[in-house]
């Protein structure tokens, strides 16, 4: 718990700018995130229309065009972003600052690698901020309460993780053994592969067991992926049961962190004050 919040180096400027762009309390604020949001849903559906040939041999040089716009209007955000923060490494570190940095990378990375502009289409991800802007409070506390679960079960996600994939390598070899080379498991990894696909029930079909023993050994797997399956599902679950605590929308200005209290005077991350 921090005794007093820390001062907050922002010229006058850079408040209304913090203001307008990151919080969505004000008029102007909900006005700028819900024109961005438009401009970030338009340019992935133009994205998309890009690719179908037919309209990009029509309208390709237009597509291009309003690509290069859209990607001038979020680099100015990008930088604005940064700008009006007392902390810019913290919120190019975030997951919106990243996200935020992806969605104009990929159009200058086309200057050099021709194609890779559909990338862009990780601006999708920006309009999740739609659940802050339009003070979806209960809905970003849920996705808070995800993340939180999320983080909480890391570990016990990993050991499950690397477990599973202990148990497909030995799934996989001992296919290889009991089918071989002459029904399709031409290699031990060609097996691991059955493995995953089997073991997560998403069966392909591209290879399957010929043999009576190599049949039974397959449905011992196919079941034993309905348990697995179970395993993290109920591992989140206990996390999300015990992280349940009611957030508010409100963005620090220093660090950009989100996930506060209702009642938070100031950051619990870094100390900062939050705007009133």
């Known amino acids: 718990m921090f005794e007093s919040a820390s001062p ?4 006058p400027r850079q408040k209304v700018l913090h203001e307008i762009i990151f919080e969505a309390d004000t008029p102007a604020g909900k006005f700028f ?10 340019s992935v559906v133009l994205v998309m229309l890009e690719s179908v040939k037919s309209v990009r041999d029509v309208y390709g040089s237009w597509l291009t065009i309003a690509d290069w716009l859209f990607t001038a209007v979020f680099s100015v955000e990008y930088i604005l972003r940064l700008y009006c923060v007392s902390k ?6 975030s997951f919106y600052g990243i996200v935020d940095l992806m969605a104009v990378l990929p159009s200058y990375l086309s200057l050099l690698l ?13 309009v999740l901020r739609v659940f802050r802007i339009l003070k979806l409070a209960y809905y970003l506390e849920e996705a808070n309460h995800l993340m939180l679960a999320l983080k909480a079960s890391q570990k016990r996600i990993t050991v499950f993780i690397l477990a599973v994939l202990a148990l497909v390598v030995f799934i996989g070899s001992a296919m290889y053994v009991i089918e071989g080379e002459e029904n399709g498991y031409t290699s031990i990894p060609v097996s691991i592969y059955w493995a995953v696909v089997t073991l997560t029930t998403v069966g392909y079909g591209d290879i399957s067991p010929k043999t009576p023993w190599g049949q039974a050994f397959s449905v011992l ?20 049961a015990a992280t349940r605590k009611p957030l508010t929308t409100q963005v620090c200005p220093a660090c950009c962190a989100e996930g506060h209290d209702v009642d938070a005077k100031c950051c619990k991350y870094c100390g900062n004050a939050l705007n009133a």
């Open 8 to 11: 907050i180096n922002l010229s």
């Open 33 to 42: 995130n819900l024109a961005l949001t438009c401009c970030i849903i338009t």
């Open 88 to 93: 810019p490494g913290a919120y190019a570190g």
């Open 114 to 126: 021709p194609g890779t502009h559909y990338l862009a289409i990780v601006r999708i991800f920006r």
């Open 221 to 240: 797997i196919m079941i034993l992926g309905y348990g697995i399956i179970a395993i993290p599902t109920g591992i989140v679950t206990a996390e999300i």
